[in-house]
């Protein structure tokens, strides 16, 4: 079984700065997905960047992008230029996809970090 | 926007009572999820349905049970509710790329 540990409960940042999530996750699997969903007050689950583990490539989203370490099953979330609407909690999430729409498209969550920005 | 919606927003029941909470998810998306998020918790897996059959289940008793019909709408239905039950509940549906798109959730209260 998967899974995902976020081991920051709360982290805060000035706007305009910089600040970066961490989540690690265990798996034995080769290819799977990687997630990390922004949930603000409002309750909507948003998704806010996604990784494929085959790709060495970071994903970047505007000012969101990934350190996507593999071997050290490590994704940490680097938001630059924090603004006050990037207040939420975040969760980071792993799937591994494939089958006939099969079991596989499960998402395992970590506990979240709540992120504040603070003017 | 997902296009995803869930309907009712809140919902109060007693321990005992029988809830169906209900996701509208896109056209197109055969593939729905649906997960239970206590206060303070990540998301968990309650089940998946696929092209109207159970397709995936977490470690979730049976009185969770779920339907999915044809227009790509869905349900989960709880029985026997008890107070741990209180939760936000989430439904997702399946998009392009095996990007899962949430809807705004129920808030479920079990007195």
């Known amino acids: 079984a998967q899974t995902v540990t976020q081991s920051q409960p709360e982290m805060s940042v000035q706007e305009a700065e910089t600040v970066t999530l961490s989540c690690t996750y265990d798996?034995?699997?080769?290819?799977?997905?990687l997630f990390w969903y922004k949930q603000p007050p409002s309750r909507q689950m948003i998704l806010v960047i996604r990784q494929e583990a085959y790709k060495q490539q970071n994903a970047t989203e505007n000012r969101f992008s990934v350190n996507f370490q593999k071997a050290a099953k490590s994704f940490s979330l680097k938001i630059s230029d924090s603004q006050l609407g990037d207040t939420a909690m975040y969760f980071c999430a792993f799937m591994k996809p494939g089958g006939r729409g099969g079991s596989n498209y499960k998402l395992t969550f970590g506990k979240g970090t709540l992120l504040t920005v603070n003017p | 926007e997902t296009g995803v919606t869930q309907s009712p927003t809140h919902l109060i029941k007693t321990r005992g009572q029988q809830v169906t909470l209900r996701c509208s998810s896109q056209?197109?998306?055969?593939?729905v999820s649906w997960y239970q998020q206590a206060l303070g918790q990540g998301p968990q897996f309650i089940f998946q349905?696929?092209?109207?059959?159970?397709?995936g289940r977490g470690n979730f008793p049976p009185r969770f049970s779920g339907l999915q019909f044809p227009n790509y709408s869905s349900e989960l239905n709880v029985n026997a509710l008890e107070l741990d039950d209180s939760a936000l509940y989430l439904c997702?549906?399946?998009?392009?790329?095996?990007?899962?798109?949430f809807g705004p959730g129920t808030r479920l209260t079990v007195l």
């Open positions: 056209s197109g998306h055969n593939t």
């Open positions: 997702a549906s399946r998009g392009r790329g095996d990007t899962q798109y």
């Open positions: 349905y696929y092209r109207e059959e159970e397709n």
């Open positions: 798996t034995s699997e080769n290819n799977y997905y």
